[in-house]
């Protein structure tokens, strides 16, 4: 089945700083991508996803890379607000979803 | 965007007891929908897929005679922990699936928290 790994499991960045977080997956066959924001207690919320017809996509702050040889996608944002701490998880999918672990970020004021 | 509804938002019970609960897509008819698990400072782990009126399919490990799921209307589906025990205590998060294609966005309740005593 799908392994997705992620890192790092903790990011700490000041304020304005750009914040980058790397997933790498198993299988192949995997052609969705999402990332999720969830802070305590409340569920995921998507944020960026990718298929794997495209390379690179990006939504105002947030953007996403996916290499597909490689088999590694990851998330930046950039312009980082206090607002954006929480844990993020990457995901692939094909015909269910598999989290990463999560990476908690801090985005100091 | 596709909202997902789950019922109850916690429980506690004590241990032995079953507990329901309800995962309800509002706006939008899921052929399927994802059972979640997630512990304290931990990832989302896959339980089960429940596909509207066939039966589930369980990851490994996952015991499908004490979490039964039921996924019986398009925008409905329940997941029943029976003889619940303290380390059945967890975060339970369901997800549907607008749409058929694995490419699709899965939309997340907001979770049930049990507490078994």
């Known amino acids: 089945g799908e392994n997705v790994e992620q890192h790092p499991s903790t990011l700490s960045v000041q304020e304005g700083d750009s914040a980058v977080i790397k997933c790498t997956y198993s299988?192949?066959?995997?052609?969705?991508f999402p990332w999720y924001k969830q802070e305590l207690g409340k569920r995921p919320q998507l944020i960026i996803d990718?298929?794997?017809?495209?390379g690179e996509k990006k939504d105002q702050r947030i953007a996403v890379t996916l290499n597909k040889t490689a088999k590694h996608f990851s998330l930046h944002i950039t312009e980082t607000q206090p607002e954006d701490s929480a844990v993020y998880f990457c995901?692939?999918?094909?015909?269910?979803?598999?989290f990463g672990a999560g990476t908690r970020l801090t985005v100091k004021p | 965007g596709a909202v997902v509804s789950q019922h109850p938002s916690w429980v506690i019970c004590k241990s032995g007891t079953s507990v329901k609960i309800e995962c309800r897509s509002l706006?939008?008819?899921?052929?399927?929908m994802f059972w979640y698990r997630q512990f304290p400072k931990q990832s989302l782990m896959l339980m089960a897929t429940?596909?509207?009126?066939?039966?589930?399919?369980?990851e490994q490990g996952v015991e499908k005679d004490k979490f039964l799921i039921n996924h019986a209307s398009l925008t409905l589906s329940t997941l029943t922990v029976t003889s619940a025990h303290p380390e059945d205590s967890s975060f339970y998060i369901c997800?549907?699936?607008?749409?058929?294609?694995?490419?699709?966005?899965?939309?997340f309740g907001p979770g049930t928290r049990l507490t078994v005593l």
């Open positions: 429940s596909n509207e009126g066939s039966k589930a399919t369980y």
């Open positions: 997800s549907a699936r607008v749409a058929e294609l694995s490419t699709d966005t899965q939309y």
């Open positions: 995901a692939a999918s094909y015909n269910d979803m598999r």
């Open positions: 990718i298929r794997s017809n495209v």
């Open positions: 706006d939008f008819q899921a052929t399927t």
């Open positions: 299988d192949s066959a995997s052609n969705y």
